[in-house]
Nanobody, 126 residues
Framework: QVQLVESGGGLVQAGGSLRLSCAAS????????MAWFRQTPAGKERAFVA?????????YYADSVKGRFTISRDNAERTLWLQMNGLKPEDTAVYYC??????????????????WGRGTQVTVSS
């Protein structure tokens, strides 16, 4: 069973940057599609942010973060990252990483993912 642990969240001013990390343990993630989701206190469910395929060669973003966020991975280090630039107050949320053990490609749907971390809080002040 793969375990995922996010880190790198914190408090930042609008316009600032943060880099989130997701460390995997308990198994290889080489063939897993992976993604970042986020959830606000008012959100009913986690919202898609970005997804990346097994090799890192394909990635897609939510329109709200396109051009500001970059998803990347290193399978040898079993790590997924989310570089967040130009942060806005509306980016404030708990950010979760997720892994899809049955599909190595990209996917935006919450239900496609089998493993989840516990999340890391990102707060952007105005």
């Amino acid at each position: 069973q793969v375990q995922l642990v996010e880190s790198g969240g914190g408090l930042v001013q609008a316009g600032g940057s943060l880099r989130l990390s997701c460390a995997a343990s308990g198994g290889e993630i080489d063939n897993y599609g992976m993604a970042w989701f986020r959830q606000t206190p008012a959100g009913k469910e986690r919202a898609f942010v970005a997804t990346i395929n097994w090799s890192g060669g394909a990635h897609y973003y939510a329109d709200s973060v396109k051009g500001r966020f970059t998803i990347s991975r290193d399978n040898a280090e079993r790590t997924l990252w989310l570089q967040m630039n130009g942060l806005k107050p509306e980016d404030t949320a708990v950010y979760y990483c997720a892994a899809n053990k049955d599909y190595s490609g990209t996917a935006r749907e919450l239900g496609r993912y089998d493993y989840w971390g516990r999340g890391t809080q990102v707060t952007v002040s105005s």
